[in-house]
Structures are given as C-alpha cells and as structure tokens.
C-alpha cells in the first residue's frame, strides 16, 4: 500500500513561516510527481505547487514568491515552505504524488494537515 504521511501544519500569525513535509512511501517504482494542493472551507480543492520530476515546478499565480516547493526524489519527499503568510492562506493543505507502483500509474493523497493563520 503507497501512503502518504504530511505534517508541519498549525496555527501561526500573518506575516509569519510554516514548513509543510510530506513522504511517501509503500510499493513505488517511480514518481512521477508531487506537490501540494489546499482546500478552504467552502471552497474547491486548489493547487498550491507541484514539481514533476524532470520537469518545471508549476506554482499557483496568487502563491508565487511566497510559497517554494522543493523534492528529494531518493527520499521520495516533498517540503512546501511558506512565508509572508495571510488569513486567506487558512486552509487543510493536501500532499499529492502520482505514483507508478510497477503495475499502474495513479494519483494519491494525504490525509490532509491544517494551517491556519490569525490576522
């Protein structure tokens, strides 16, 4: 079974830093990618920061010089630091990998870790 476990979310002020971490581990011959999405309440699911591997890190407009995502592809981990952050960063911030596991390529997620900035 692949899973993948997050942590480093919490309660901090705008203005203020979270480092999010995310691994994966279980039956993977190849990842493909992986990266972050986040959730509001009452919102859709959004992308935060993806970074496929060998290709171009892909960052939601709004989150650009804010938010670097950065991956470790032997480790199979992928780490979202955030600065400068605002109320409306308030969200359950999701990690994302597509997998290979030898028989078939899917999308997985975590269960989900919660940030949640005070103005």
């Known amino acids: 079974q692949v899973q993948l476990v997050e942590s480093g979310g919490g309660l901090v002020q705008a203005g203020g830093s979270l480092r999010l971490y995310c691994a994966a581990s279980?039956?993977?011959?190849?990842?493909?990618?992986m990266g972050w999405y986040r959730q509001a309440p009452g919102k859709q699911r959004e992308l935060v920061a993806t970074?496929?591997?060998?290709?171009?890190?892909n960052y939601a407009d709004s989150l650009k010089g804010r938010f670097t995502i950065s991956r470790d592809v032997v480790k199979k981990t992928v780490d979202l630091q955030m600065n400068n952050l605002k109320p409306e960063d308030t969200a359950i911030y999701y990690c994302?990998?597509?997998?290979?596991?030898?028989?078939?390529?899917?999308?997985?997620w975590g269960q989900g870790t919660q940030v949640t900035v005070s103005s």
């Open positions: 994302y990998a597509k997998l290979d596991d030898g028989v078939d390529v899917n999308d997985y």
């Open positions: 279980g039956r993977i011959l190849r990842v493909l990618d």
């Open positions: 970074r496929p591997t060998g290709g171009s890190t």
